[in-house]
């Protein structure tokens, strides 16, 4: 970890993936809370790459890539960053975050997760190595059981924090836990309501709405 003057605070960038098919009220408003609590200057979505036999059969990565990019008007603090779709290998989150933090040095950047990856982390590509790059900040939502497995517990023993100024001062290095609303939407209750022709206007921001109408997407049976 390399600390610097208290007085003068990092400035944190959170960087937040998930294949966001289609991104949704309840993935901006989780953003949202978090950049406050840690009153982060900007929120970058990273779209992932969604392998083919987990993609809805008429949506592709532009099109997650441009629902993104229509989410971002609602705040300034969203920024869309298409760098793992536009990748021509597949993309891993620890090879994401050396690019990153080579890109930003003197940043604080912070990875979002919910609390169901951080359970499974261990089973993630160089997973021991990940806080090296960042801090992981875990949306806690709506109390979501925290059962743990060795691994897991071992890494939160020697890494969580629960004050959130410790982000600030250390360029990498901690995990912290935060509460976020709970908003009972998922991605593919969306992609079920869009077959069956039902209004999901207040489940996602107009544009991505507009888009997803105007393009006939999710339109098909959702096999993902």
């Not at 298409?82 to 003197?106: C, D, G, M, V």
């Not at 890494?155 to 629960?162: D, I, P």
């Amino acid at each position: 970890m390399t600390l610097i003057n208290s007085e003068q605070p990092l400035p944190i960038a959170i960087y937040f993936g998930g294949t966001f098919n289609p991104i949704h009220h309840g993935h901006l408003q989780v953003a949202l809370e978090v950049s406050e609590t840690l009153n982060a200057d900007s929120v970058h979505l990273l779209p992932n790459y969604l392998p083919p036999h987990k993609a809805s059969p008429d949506v592709s990565a532009q099109q997650r890539a441009k629902m993104c990019e229509l989410a971002c008007l609602l705040d300034p603090k969203f920024k869309l960053d298409s760098r793992e779709l536009n990748s021509a290998e597949p993309s891993y989150t620890i090879a994401t975050l050396k690019q990153l933090k080579a890109e930003h040095p003197n940043r604080a950047l912070c990875f979002m997760i919910g609390m169901d990856s951080l359970q499974t982390l261990d089973t993630w590509r160089n997973w021991r190595q990940l806080t090296k790059y960042c801090h992981l900040v875990v949306a806690a939502r709506g109390g979501y059981p925290a059962q743990f497995n060795e691994n897991v517990r071992q890494l939160l023993a020697s890494n969580q924090t629960f004050n959130p100024q410790d982000l600030q001062t250390k360029q990498s290095g901690c995990i912290y836990l935060v509460e976020t609303s709970e908003l009972m939407i998922s991605a593919s209750q969306i992609r079920q309501r869009y077959q069956k022709q039902q209004n999901c206007r207040c489940l996602l921001p107009d544009k991505v709405n507009d888009y997803i109408i105007q393009h006939h997407l999710y339109t098909h049976v959702d096999r993902a």
